[in-house]
């Protein structure tokens, strides 16, 4: 009898753990191990925001993967992308894939930050608040609905507009450190979200343009179709 696939699923900017409550278990019920975590100083970890990394993060995800027998899906949301796009990195022979949803795809050397600003079509970069310490930053709330939840029933929306926590800015502005040699040899796949207010569907399209994709399947639907779309995208994964 052959292991399940497992799925590491990085959740994106604001959230935690909880914004895969739907899509969870229609992963296991098609046959997939899912391991979803917080990461560090996210949804309920309480490690100190000032000493996140980019690095810290991809570590962390790095230290389950070589915790777990086999190789590992990345299955990444959001500002999620240059975690795993960065464990591949460290451990390419252990990752089969990784699949981008609605995700920062993003070159060597590129970083979440210049991507977004390049983004016109973006609701974040406008409304993104510093803390006074100038650790974290918040989404202004008159935005949140209809930039992360537009097309997400409005109690899942309420669910998850009351669980985000501040961003640590530092990973947003460090440059993704990614090689041909390592990062490059690790299959990727996609799933383009084309109603997405935080990162535009002409956003996506110009990563993937440099970065190729393969497959790529799309959803009509805002930028958490785990909430908005999870029978579609539990399908989407299961099948790749």
């Known amino acids: 009898m052959t292991s399940p696939r497992t799925f590491i699923l990085v959740h994106g900017a604001w959230h935690g753990a909880w914004c895969w409550k739907k899509l969870t278990p229609l992963l296991e019920a098609g046959g997939v191990r899912v391991i979803a975590p ?7 970890d309480i490690t100190p925001p000032n000493v996140i990394t980019l690095d810290y993060w991809a570590r962390f995800i790095a230290d ?3 915790r777990e027998p086999g190789q590992m899906v990345l299955v990444p949301h959001s500002r999620g992308g240059i ?10 022979d252990r990752i089969r894939k990784i699949v981008y949803v609605a995700a920062y795809l993003l070159p060597a050397h ?5 991507e977004a600003r390049r983004d016109t079509e973006s609701l974040i970069p406008s409304n993104m608040i510093p803390a006074s310490s100038g650790v974290t930053c918040v989404v202004r709330s008159s935005v949140v609905r209809e930039a992360f939840y537009g097309c997400c029933p409005d109690e899942d929306a309420e669910f998850a507009q009351s669980r ?4 640590p800015l530092k990973p947003l502005v460090t440059p993704l450190e ?3 040699a390592r990062y490059g040899r690790v299959p990727r796949a996609c799933v383009e979200t084309t109603l997405d207010r935080v990162i535009s569907l002409a ?3 110009r990563m993937r343009a440099a970065l190729p994709c393969d497959p790529v399947f799309t959803l009509e639907t805002d930028h958490s179709p785990f909430l908005s779309q999870p029978e579609a995208l539990a399908r989407i994964l299961i099948s790749i």
């Open 38 to 44: 917080d990461l560090p100083s996210m949804g309920a």
């Open 64 to 66: 389950i993967v070589e």
């Open 83 to 92: 975690v795993a796009s960065r464990v591949a990195e460290l451990l390419p």
């Open 110 to 114: 590129g970083t979440v930050a210049a």
């Open 164 to 167: 985000l926590c501040p961003e």
């Open 178 to 180: 990614i090689t041909d």
């Open 203 to 205: 956003a996506q399209r």
